[in-house]
């Protein structure tokens, strides 16, 4: 939106919000009808989120493009390291698979396959919704890039778990936070409404194609583009 369309990044983050909100949405459904959306976890994280991402909206009205764009271009940084980076799988109490096993500080309860809701589980959960919901009002992405690697990291659920139940936390953050950027008064143009249309497209046709392609592959190409949009991004903001 910034490089192609020459938005600021005021104005490209709702736009980038709901056009991820409603992407996420379509994801979302799909990952509740094969049961693989831990949807308490989620909805612990999205009422986080949604409390702070109002917060990150007003900062991002308070603070100059040239600095969203230099604290955009180092997530996407940080986003392609993370993907790029080869983690031991194990076997563990997981849903649908093995994932990565250790003690964490929410872990799965071996006989029913739930979170054992702790108060340590319950607190990183939350933490994790203030800084996504933070993150996400401030820089007009969902949140994925945060709760996809921090859920890895944190939990013991598989992969297509965590990206399910990320996919129905950022539609619900992403909501939120277009609610309150229209309420500071930002409306979305003709082009916009055109964005969040093939974004949503994408996300259909993504689907489709990605259990055809190899993970690593979409891993690699996905870190690629990340790294191309975060120089284009400084680029722009020197």
Same mark, same amino acid.
């Given at each position: 939106?910034?490089?192609?369309?020459?938005?600021?990044?005021?104005?490209?983050?709702?736009?980038?919000?709901?056009?991820?909100?409603?992407? /996420? *949405?379509? %994801? $979302?459904?799909? &990952?509740?009808?094969? !049961? @693989?959306?831990?949807?308490?976890?989620?909805? +612990? #994280?999205?009422?986080?989120?949604?409390?702070?991402?109002?917060?990150?909206?007003?900062?991002?009205?308070?603070?100059?493009?040239?600095?969203?764009?230099?604290?955009?271009?180092?997530?996407?940084?940080?986003?392609?390291?993370?993907?790029?980076?080869?983690?031991?799988?194990?076997?563990?109490?997981?849903?649908?698979?093995?994932?990565?096993?250790?003690?964490?500080?929410?872990?799965?309860?071996?006989?029913?396959?739930?979170?054992?809701?702790?108060?340590?589980?319950?607190?990183?959960? /939350? *933490?994790? %919704? $203030?800084?996504? &919901?933070?993150?996400? !009002? @401030?820089?007009?992405?969902?949140?994925?890039? +945060? #709760?996809?690697?921090?859920?890895?990291?944190?939990?013991?659920?598989?992969?297509?778990?965590?990206?399910?139940?990320?996919?129905?936390?950022?539609?619900?953050?992403?909501?939120?936070?277009?609610?309150?950027?229209?309420?500071?008064?930002?409306?979305?143009?003709?082009?916009?409404?055109?964005?969040?249309?093939?974004?949503?497209?994408?996300?259909?046709?993504?689907?489709?194609?990605?259990?055809?392609?190899?993970?690593?592959?979409?891993?690699?190409?996905?870190?690629?583009?990340?790294?191309?949009?975060? %120089?284009?991004?400084?680029?722009?903001?020197?």
């Amino acid at each position: 939106l910034v490089l192609g369309l020459g938005l600021t990044m005021t104005e490209a983050a709702p736009v980038s919000l709901f056009a991820v909100g409603a992407a /996420a *949405a379509v %994801g $979302a459904l799909d &990952g509740l009808r094969h !049961g @693989l959306v831990r949807y308490r976890a989620a909805l +612990l #994280i999205a009422l986080l989120g949604a409390l702070f991402s109002p917060l990150g909206v007003f900062f991002a009205h308070q603070l100059p493009d040239k600095i969203l764009m230099g604290l955009f271009s180092a997530l996407m940084v940080l986003v392609a390291w993370r993907m790029l980076r080869r983690e031991k799988v194990e076997a563990g109490p997981s849903d649908h698979g093995a994932a990565s096993w250790g003690q964490k500080n929410c872990m799965l309860d071996q006989q029913t396959g739930r979170f054992s809701w702790t108060a340590k589980c319950t607190a990183t959960l /939350a *933490a994790l %919704g $203030a800084v996504t &919901g933070a993150v996400s !009002g @401030l820089l007009g992405v969902g949140g994925g890039f +945060l #709760i996809v690697p921090a859920f890895k990291q944190l939990t013991d659920v598989q992969m297509r778990g965590i990206v399910a139940t990320s996919l129905m936390v950022i539609s619900l953050i992403s909501l939120i936070g277009v609610v309150g950027a229209f309420h500071a008064g930002v409306v979305i143009d003709t082009m916009g409404w055109v964005f969040i249309a093939a974004s949503i497209v994408g996300m259909l046709a993504g689907r489709r194609l990605g259990s055809r392609v190899p993970a690593r592959a979409l891993q690699i190409g996905f870190a690629s583009l990340c790294v191309v949009v975060a %120089g284009g991004m400084l680029f722009n903001a020197l």
